[in-house]
């Protein structure tokens, strides 16, 4: 069997502070199970010396650079990639915004998921800035914008979610992978359109209507920065997301769509996932750096090496919560609050700060220190009238 060839496509309009970055993490991708070639196109940037300086560096790192003598907008540039792979002969097409950073092994996960099933028509990564379909992170610029926390998230992802495909009601172009026969069949993003927004979700619906499953890859996540291009391009004000008259077009060809995704955030499927990468990504690092209790305090993201647990009592019996470079998620403790947090790492903490007591916490400590944990109480600690 002939391994996949894959063309990242990444759209590129001005971005001198970002644009770099990203060729360069494109250029470091390292799949073992696909064949990668890079495309940049350049929507005719207009920044003094920007495009003549990314086409030197695409020479330099051995991509693929195109500019358009014109600016074509956002869905026409990306149909440039499209039909790029199609007539390059390739057997599927990654779009991809040019404010991200991808993971070494993007086109490895985005294939697998789409190799699970043949009516997949099309497979978006994960990331921090992805619409509804995002990891919460408290803040990703200062925690996830960096290549090696990006390689070690979707290392960790892929583990434990595997090439599994989330069926979600629309797909985001930020890093979404698209079949080629898939394109053949539905054709290019529609330039009504303009200048871009939206587009991705009116091909994903027109890909539905002819049978294609629209999907998420757990698996793999791609960091964004989000917006970059599109604020500087004009094309939305800055603190906004989307182009109302777009919005008014998917509204008017799709009179269900509202309510097909109020449906999908109801059946809790997406937050099923996405309780189940979190989980994965603090156990990950706990069993890495080890993993602090603060007993009767709050976690401490800015000082820690490994994943903080901020257990409190509350009249239920106590709640805890995980925390790891700006990533959040509850231990379900069910009345053993010291058992909870052990069951949930799989090891007792390395060690217990103490910075308040009562019934509730002074049991857990005293389990967790029998479990050979190092408990330190601190100088703050109340104590008992």
Known sequence: MSIPRVLVAITVYNGREFVPECLRSAAAMDPTATEVDVLVLDDASPEP???????????????????????LGIPRNVNMGLLRGVDGGYDYVVIANSDVLFPPGLTDSLVATALTDPSIGSVTSWSNNVSMFSLPNQDPDRFLHDQAVVTWLSEVLAAAMGPEALDVPAGISF?????????????????????????????????????????????????HRGGGTNVDAGLVSAGHTTVPENEAIIDMRYPRFRDEVAEFVHRGELDAAIDRALRAIICDAAERQGYTVIAG????????????????????????????MGFRCEIPLG?????????????????????GTDDVIDAAVADLQARGSLVERMASEPTRG
Request: net charge negative; with cysteine.
């Open 49 to 71: 010396g920007f495009s003549t300086e990314i086409e030197e560096l695409c020479a330099d790192l051995g991509i693929q650079y195109y500019r358009t003598p014109r600016n």
């Open 175 to 223: 890093a979404i992978l698209i079949p080629v026969p898939v394109i053949e069949k539905v054709g290019l993003m529609d330039p009504v359109f303009g200048r871009g927004y939206c587009e991705e979700t009116d091909w994903s619906l027109r890909s539905k209507d002819l049978g294609y499953r629209i999907t998420l890859a757990p698996s793999c996540f791609t960091y």
């Open 297 to 324: 305090g709050g976690p401490d993201d800015e000082t820690s090496h490994g994943p903080v647990v901020a257990l409190s009592s509350d009249p239920t019996g106590g709640s805890a919560t995980a925390s790891y």
């Open 335 to 355: 009345g053993l609050p010291a058992g909870a947090i052990v069951s949930f790492f799989g090891a007792a903490p390395s060690s217990v700060r103490v910075l």
